[in-house]
């Protein structure tokens, strides 16, 4: 059996640079809490928690040390609740992140109404919505019916935007609002996965997508490929492979996540051959 990689692989650069921060916060200060998962990966969680990294659910739970904002980023009231409590603050936001809320705050202060394409209970959506107070958040072409009057829109959308296509909700605000302003915030790496996806798919028989289910981008990745005629299936890791998913197939696909390690993908391709070489 061949198997085909996806050229982009392992963790996107945002993920890359927060787990190297709560690598090092983590080595110099013993112990850092973060709120919420630090990425949408179980065994980069557990990796991180054996060494020292503790979760919490509020601020509130925090009650001294630092807090490790992930690559998300978190709502402004947050910070400031954070701040106000004395926390050391170690910042980890994604720079894709950071741009959309500084491209919604640019949008803003021109007197754009803000429309945020993405999960209203997406944690980075929350944080977007937090600095452009009032924005309203839609995820579907149905829901532009539904906004309010306004002379003009300004539009970001969500980093990891995999729902209902951009460009046609851009199209069904433009059709309502005499002006509207959009900024594709959608960051390149979640572009190129997509793109693979849709590559591979065509020409595999199997797709494989390694990643945390709880994962709606992973997630995603394996719906894209089923629907350009592979058969996928979304794993966490090696063990969870199948010998009948390849029985009697010639060309297998292989892709990521973002917030999946290298070295697990690896693990999951070197059990892919094994599997190939060993009869059903
Ligand atoms: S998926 Fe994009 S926005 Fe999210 S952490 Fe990675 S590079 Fe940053």
Redesign the pocket.
């Known amino acids: 059996m061949e198997i085909r990689k996806a050229a982009v692989q392992g963790f ?4 890359a640079i927060t787990v190297k921060k709560a690598e090092e916060a983590i080595a110099s200060r013993g112990e850092v809490t973060t709120l919420g998962h630090v990425v949408h990966n179980p065994q980069m969680v557990e990796s991180l928690k054996a060494r020292g990294l503790r979760n919490a659910e509020s601020v509130a739970d925090v009650d001294a040390g630092a807090l490790f904002v992930r ?1 998300h980023g978190l709502p402004v009231e947050v910070f400031e609740e954070a701040k106000g409590k004395g926390l050391e603050i170690i910042d980890a936001t ?1 720079p ?2 950071t741009k959309i809320h500084v491209q919604a705050e640019k949008l803003k202060a021109d007197g754009y109404k803000i429309v945020v394409i993405g999960d209203p209970a997406h944690p980075e959506v929350k944080g977007t919505l937090s600095h452009v107070p009032g924005a309203w958040c839609i995820q579907k072409v149905d829901d532009v019916a539904r906004l309010p009057r306004s002379s003009k829109v300004g539009v970001v959308v969500q ?2 935007w995999s729902g209902q296509g951009f460009t046609d909700i851009v199209k069904a605000l433009a059709a309502k609002y005499y002006e509207v302003r959009a900024v594709n915030t959608i ?1 390149t ?2 572009h190129n996965r997509q793109d693979e996806a849709l590559r591979l798919a065509r020409d595999v028989e199997v797709m494989i997508v390694v990643g945390g289910k709880t994962s709606a981008n992973t997630k995603h990745l394996a719906e894209l490929s089923e629907s350009h005629g592979a058969r996928a299936y979304h794993i966490e890791g090696a063990a969870e492979l199948q010998p009948q998913w390849f029985d009697g197939v010639k060309v297998a696909g292989l892709m990521s996540g ?1 917030s999946t390690p290298g070295w697990l993908v690896d693990e999951v391709e070197a059990r892919m051959e094994e599997l190939s070489r060993q009869p059903v």
């Open positions: 996107c650069f945002g993920v690559a994604c894709m992140v980093s990891t960051c790496d979640t973002a």
